[in-house]
């Protein structure tokens, strides 16, 4: 379980499962607040993380947001590729490359579907940070634009690694 594929090596300090210290959530239509959630980054022997995300409600501790997908490398060039669908109905691709020496990750969507009847508003643009900021901390941002609201912080969170 604790075997990782060569080719996540640059990016080998995600491997493993976080839980929030502290989750805020935010949009400019949207009333600030809080949440927790568990990240997960796998590796099954394959170039890839297996990647999990499920966010709780912080008082009533109710499933919230989730996102299932997979981190894809391409360390020839540093590149990663965040492959994602949310219970939401929605499926992200994004991509950006990783810093080995600042240990993060900067992601941008290149595509964004979702099904027919998702609700609005309609989200037209991701951006995500992953940040280690300590061997056990690792930090997130989420930036979100939608068809009604501009470019706008929508996550901010920092998780401890779970042993
Ligand atoms: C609202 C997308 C992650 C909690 C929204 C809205 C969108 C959205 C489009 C509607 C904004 C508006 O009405 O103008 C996303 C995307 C996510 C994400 C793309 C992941 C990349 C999360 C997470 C949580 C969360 C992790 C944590 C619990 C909420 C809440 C609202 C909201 C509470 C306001 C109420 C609601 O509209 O349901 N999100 N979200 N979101 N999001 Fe997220």
């Not at 027919?116 to 930036?143: A, M, W």
């Not at 609201?149 to 690694?161: D, E, N, T």
Request: charged residues 25%.
């Amino acid at each position: 379980a604790d075997y990782i594929h060569e080719a996540l090596k640059p990016i080998s300090w995600l491997a493993g499962r976080w839980y929030t210290a502290n989750g805020r959530g935010s949009y400019p239509s949207v009333r600030e607040f809080g949440y927790h959630e568990e990240l997960e980054f796998i590796c099954l022997g394959q170039p890839m993380f297996n990647f999990l995300s499920i966010s709780h409600h912080p008082e009533k501790g109710t499933a919230m947001h989730q996102e299932r997908g997979f981190l894809r490398i391409l360390p020839e060039k540093e590149k990663v590729a965040l492959v994602v669908s949310h219970n939401i109905g929605l499926t992200t691709i994004e991509e950006g490359h990783y810093d080995c020496n600042l240990k993060e990750i900067k992601l941008a969507s290149v595509s964004i579907a979702r099904t027919s009847f998702s609700k609005p508003p309609h989200v037209t643009n991701l951006l995500r940070e992953f940040i280690l900021l300590s061997p056990d901390t690792l930090q997130v941002t989420v930036f979100m634009k939608t068809d009604q609201k501009p470019l706008s912080q929508h996550l901010k969170a920092v998780y401890k690694k779970v042993e």
